[in-house]
């Protein structure tokens, strides 16, 4: 037994001793005591011899501690010392229905009457008169609270020229007072998925997947050749799609474009991927690369009637006998009008009777015009790039109009043809090397449906439609 186990006895020992000693226990209970101390005193004993079995480690073999320092040395140009922050304060609130701009500008601390007179009366600073709730406001203060500058962040995400950007009124002090002018950003762009069920109908799966209802529209849009969303759908029909998301400084500025989407209806697939030839316009086509539309719309109008057709009739303002070379549909004033295919603006301006006018040059021998617009969309100018279905301009009565209305012509080799009679071309087929190109833009969408088709069959059921966020 070792010196550490020799120790340990001699004090229980010395315990035993000591609790014998002063103790004088009752006739009748003494033999009970001694016994239990007996007891006691044993198992002891015994915690100590086992104590002394137990192999204690050899501390020789511990590997001896090694401390390693090293100093380095700064010169003069390495070590700089902190000096107080010049940066501005920048506070931040978000317009509330039925917000006026005193109370917002009560919200950013901002108690200046000059800056409520410049931002109410000063023309640059117009945009600022519509406070539409939900947008921020942000201001930046100097340490003394006197203002550096006040943004009013109006349009998170615009479309402009292909690109989805946010405009903001940016409001500077100056020597003079206050200088307001409109700053235009460029916008993050993000990839997000998502996978769903048909439970009740399409919106009621994509909401609950929390999908922009701009994307559920655009899903119903691209297969809506192929299916019928009203009468079509059926519980336990699934969808898989991939879309944009645009930020700025962090913060959502609106849904971009489907970019894949992968539909089962009634046990059937369809496909759709957005694919651009020439990086300027684009359509959607299924994975093997055939066309989901025709090349041209029938209409250029969502909601409008006939109000005059194609051929001879008896001139409105004329009143003289003449070929009408065109449709005329009747629509209020203001009511957008889209391209009816894709191709290249050949003239946008005011032209005679057509007044406000745009005619889009397409593939091959084909043209279209339309005439009588009261305004011409922002960015269609001779030689833009356009989409079928994107926007070029609003119904109006300009020209040679006796009320608001479309005019729209349909031309094969400059000559108008009746469009409401005449065969459309079918979809532009890809070239051999766009086929190329498309198989390898389409290859990573077909692999991210496909990973979304394997996680969603491992969903439970109370999980079955989730997006990526």
Known sequence: MNRGLHDLASSIKRKVAAVFAPVEPKPHRAGLFRRTLLVTAIGL????????????????EIPPTRVIQSILPLTTEQVEVSTPSAAPYISETRIRAGDTLAAVLQRLDLDSPDLQTFLTHDASARSIYKLYPGRSVQAATDAEGNLIWLRYIHTPGNEADGQVVTRMLHVARTDNGYKAEEITESTDRQTRVAV?????????????????????MQMADILSAKIDFLRDLRQGDQFRVVYEVRSHDGRYAGAGRVLALEFINGGKTYS????????KTGSYYDFDGTSLRGAFLRTALKFSRISSTFGMRMHPIHKTWTGHKGVDYA???GTPIHATADGT?????WQNGYGNVVIVKHHGKYSTLYAHQSRIAEGITKGSKISQGQLIGYVGAT?????????YEFRVDNQPIDPLSVDLPVARTLEPAEIRAFNQAVAPY????????????????????????
């Open 446 to 469: 077909k692999q991210q449906i496909q990973l979304l088709t394997e996680f969603q069959q491992t969903l439970p059921d109370a999980l079955t439609n989730v997006a990526s966020r």
């Open 196 to 216: 769903g069920t048909i439970r009740s109908s399409l919106f009621g799966a994509t909401d609950a997947a929390g999908i922009p209802d701009s994307v559920t």
């Open 345 to 349: 603006v050949e003239f946008a301006g």
């Open 331 to 333: 629509a209020p004033s």
């Open 272 to 279: 759709a991927v957005w694919f651009s030839p020439d990086n």
């Open 45 to 60: 004993f015994a915690g100590a011899a086992a104590l002394g079995m137990v192999q204690q480690p050899d501390r020789s």
């Open 399 to 407: 020209g040679w109009a006796t009320g608001p209305h479309l005019h």
